[in-house]
């Protein structure tokens, strides 16, 4: 077989191949002997038949196509391993020449992984913003935890108030006609400012319960639903209910309605709590922060098409996201929010890219593998994930897409391990306060506000995992098609 190379780009190649005339016609044989089991043919056992009867009946150019088939991704791989090439794409097929008693003739153009040099990885230092509880954090936890057992008790003898919760039955109308999807029975409506449309809860307020009464508010500008934004509306509204919420106090009451002996005992529990999710907050700063600090000291020239990919990538699942939430994807495509979220996620796609080609890199130059032993606690946490019978999971953990993904997980955490086991890290006092810009400086302004209100579970750490794409030599189906 003869291999020639042609460099397209950053990291394109076009490969060209060419097979000997008898390896194309044993190939060739082959395929005729495979289709001879398969086509019944008048007159001849299944898998008896003659070439010549079988080309009659079913033509050459199906047989080639047969051929192709098979013959096509065995090439393909011993041309990869034989020029080292790492591809990141599947092949695109083109230019095939295959006639019988000639040598077969055709191109194939991939992308391979850019090189990657890496930077002094395990000589990395960073400083990492400590998140620290506040003093209140405790009684913000348990006020948080009362705030779960509130309940409406109804109210009588007054008219409505702001931070009341009214129960309205409503229908709104705009230039005179009623809005499609514009109506609600029993809504809750918290009466609070900037609830609902701006203005409406005021016009509520000062109503007595069984009141009927119109109320005027305007569709903000950037409303999603774009033949009503900034427009006015008027609505009828009949309030049924005035509800006020009634929060009980924080006392051993209290503590055994949520499975505690005491006070003290809730007090101990959300403390213990509070310091694992604060751990477990700057162990993922550190991870995040050295995986960071090793891809900036790269050097990788990453071609557009792997962010563009990954930018599509991440734009599906907001589609998904979107789609699940009941709103049209054309109508959120329509929308400032969708225009800035599609710059940001370019920016994320990147980052994302980014960290994979270097994370590959580490994994290669340390030669980091993955075993059967560390895949079965992911293997046993997916199987309790998506409910499978023991008979089921056979098959579900032999599955090949399920066994690289897993091993790509395993791998990812072993890579993430050993960079932050090398690196010096120096926890400093966090100086952001509520209104600075954390994601400026990579870390989370969500911390300290995780840790005061969750009393359950653990905080979610990721690895700079994501971002890896997967090619696969799809070489078959398409070269055969390219072929006819």
């Not at 550190?286 to 990453?302: N, P």
């Not at 995780?450 to 696969?472: D, I, N, Q």
């Amino acid at each position: 077989m003869k291999v020639t190379l042609e460099r397209e780009g950053k990291n394109i190649v076009k490969m060209g191949i060419e097979l000997e005339p008898d390896k194309v016609s044993r190939a060739y044989e082959m395929a005729c002997r495979q289709l001879s089991h398969q086509v019944r043919i008048p007159g001849f056992r299944p898998g008896k038949a003659p070439r010549m009867i079988i080309e009659k009946t079913i033509g050459e150019e199906a047989i080639k196509r047969e051929a192709l088939e098979k013959l096509v991704p065995e090439l393909i791989n011993e041309a990869l391993l034989k020029e080292n090439l790492d591809i990141i794409t599947a092949p695109e097929y083109s230019n095939f020449d295959f006639k019988l008693g000639q040598p077969l003739k055709f191109e194939a153009k991939f992308e391979i992984r850019p090189e990657v040099k890496l930077g002094s990885y395990k000589e990395i230092e960073v400083n990492v913003p400590e998140v620290a509880l506040p003093e209140d954090a405790l009684e913000r936890a348990l006020t948080n935890v009362a705030e779960t057992k509130a309940s409406l008790a109804p109210v009588e003898g007054r008219a409505a108030e702001m931070g009341d919760t009214a129960v309205i039955d409503f229908e709104c109308f705009v230039d005179g006609n009623a809005l499609e999807g514009g109506k609600a029975d029993s809504l809750m409506l918290d009466l609070v400012e900037g609830s609902f449309l701006p203005g409406f809860c005021e016009q509520v307020v000062g109503k007595n319960a069984k009141d009927k009464f119109k109320a005027k508010a305007t569709f903000p500008e950037n409303y999603k639903r774009k033949e009503v934004a900034g427009k006015e509306a008027e609505f009828d509204v009949h309030l049924k209910e005035i509800r006020k919420k009634s929060t009980p106090d924080v006392n051993d009451e209290l503590a055994k309605s949520v499975g505690h002996e005491n006070l003290d005992g809730l007090k101990e529990s959300i403390k213990a709590e509070l310091h694992e999710v604060v751990k477990q907050e700057n162990e993922s700063r550190a991870q995040r922060m050295v995986v960071e600090a090793v891809a900036l000291s790269a050097q990788v020239d990453i071609p557009e098409t792997m962010v563009e990919r990954e930018r599509d990538l991440l734009l599906g699942q907001l589609r998904r996201y979107v789609e699940q939430q009941g709103q049209p994807w054309e109508e959120f495509e329509a929308t400032d929010e969708y225009t800035q979220m599609k710059t940001t996620k370019l920016e994320e796609a990147r980052q994302r890219v980014l960290t994979s080609l270097v994370l590959g890199a580490v994994v290669r130059e340390e030669k980091l593998t993955v075993n059967d032993e560390e895949m079965a606690p992911y293997y046993a946490e997916l199987a309790m994930r998506y409910q499978l019978r023991p008979d089921q999971f056979e098959e579900f953990a032999n599955n090949e897409d399920v066994r690289r993904q897993v091993a790509e997980e395993v791998l990812t955490g072993k890579v993430v391990e050993l960079l932050v086991s090398a690196a010096k890290i120096n926890f400093v006092p966090d100086e952001c306060t509520e209104d600075h810009d954390h994601a400026a400086h990579g870390h989370s302004g969500k911390a300290v506000a995780k840790a005061e209100t969750k009393t359950e579970g653990k905080a979610e750490t990721k690895a700079a995992s994501e971002g890896k794409e997967k090619p696969k030599a799809e070489a078959g189906k398409k070269a055969s098609k390219k072929a006819e």
